[in-house]
């Protein structure tokens, strides 16, 4: 008989969550985690098609989270630039989370046409919490939303380039 196990992606996530944060991306095997769930590696490939998927999966959730903060910033901020800001540490605060793990996939020869492919995506979504941010401030400045998606998210990856900085150009541009 079969054996029955309980959210089986869920426990396969966390697990694979718990590693990639004590060993890291070049650390984590699929084998090791379908040991750790207690079991088969097919049955991890029921859910995810490889190690690089699984991880992305477990990015995905902790980005969702970021994208829940950024939406619940923008709809405090009394100005676009309180939102912007909003944005750019929720933002911050994921990047640094999967800081180490970007360098690791980077050095173990990990697609740079995935993260490209990624990177439009992000900025679509933080484009849409920017343009709901200045349409509900009254701003006409909306359609400028993408471009500044792409100037927060660039700015909130370059460690020398300081909130204050961004504050003054939202406050100036908008």
Not at 36 to 50: L, R
Not at 62 to 70: C, P, V
């Amino acid at each position: 008989m079969p054996k029955i196990i309980e959210h089986p992606r869920e426990r396969i996530l966390q697990t694979a969550r718990e590693k990639l944060f004590a060993q890291g991306y070049a650390g984590i095997s699929l084998r090791d985690v379908a040991q750790s769930c207690g079991i088969a590696v097919g049955t991890i490939y029921n859910y995810f098609k490889d190690k690089d998927t699984l991880i992305a999966s477990v990015m995905f959730e902790d980005w969702a989270k970021a994208l829940k903060e950024m939406e619940l910033g923008c709809e405090r901020a009394q100005t676009a630039a309180q939102g912007i800001l909003e944005v750019y540490d929720a933002i911050r605060r994921f990047a640094s989370l999967y800081e180490s793990v970007w360098e690791q996939f980077s050095r173990a020869g990990g697609s740079s046409g995935v993260v490209s492919s990624r990177h439009g995506m992000l900025r679509g979504q933080i484009a849409q919490q920017l343009e709901t941010l200045l349409k509900r401030l009254g701003k006409e400045d909306a359609k400028l939303s993408p471009l500044l998606a792409e100037t927060v998210l660039s700015a909130a990856m370059q460690y020398d380039i300081a909130p204050e900085q961004l504050r003054v150009l939202a406050e100036r541009l908008l």
